[in-house]
Nanobody, 120 residues
Framework: QVHLVESGGGLVQAGGSLRLSCEAS????????MRWYRQALGRQRELVAV???????NYADSVKGRFTISRDNAKNTVYLQMNSLKPEDIAVYYC??????????????WGQGTLVTVSS
């Protein structure tokens, strides 16, 4: 089993910053791609940012230039630095990863989500 636990959500004023963290634990052999998704109330879940184990990144157009995804492979942790936050960034943010277990089983794993609220 592999588990993802997010932290760092909360309430911030518009224009402010938050840093989300997501740590993977369990029977991990390796973690390939790690992603951040978000889901606003009444809307579909959307992909926010992606990072490969080699550090290649990609972003949704709505967050380019404001959000930065990074990872610490030694800690099996991915981060999302969110700057210049806007009310439209309000959502539950989910961590997602493609993991290989110690018995070489491939899994797609989701975290429980962390709420980000931006006041205007």
């Amino acid at each position: 089993q592999v588990h993802l636990v997010e932290s760092g959500g909360g309430l911030v004023q518009a224009g402010g910053s938050l840093r989300l963290s997501c740590e993977a634990s369990g029977s991990i052999f390796s973690i390939n791609v790690m992603r951040w998704y978000r889901q606003a109330l009444g809307r579909q879940r959307e992909l926010v940012a992606v990072i490969t184990d080699g550090g290649i990144t990609n972003y949704a157009d709505s967050v380019k230039g404001r959000f930065t995804i990074s990872r610490d492979n030694a800690k099996n942790t991915v981060y999302l630095q969110m700057n210049s936050l806007k009310p439209e960034d309000i959502a539950v943010y989910y961590c997602n990863a493609d993991a290989s277990t110690v018995v070489r089983r491939l899994l797609e794993v989701w975290g429980q989500g962390t709420l980000v609220t931006v006041s205007s």
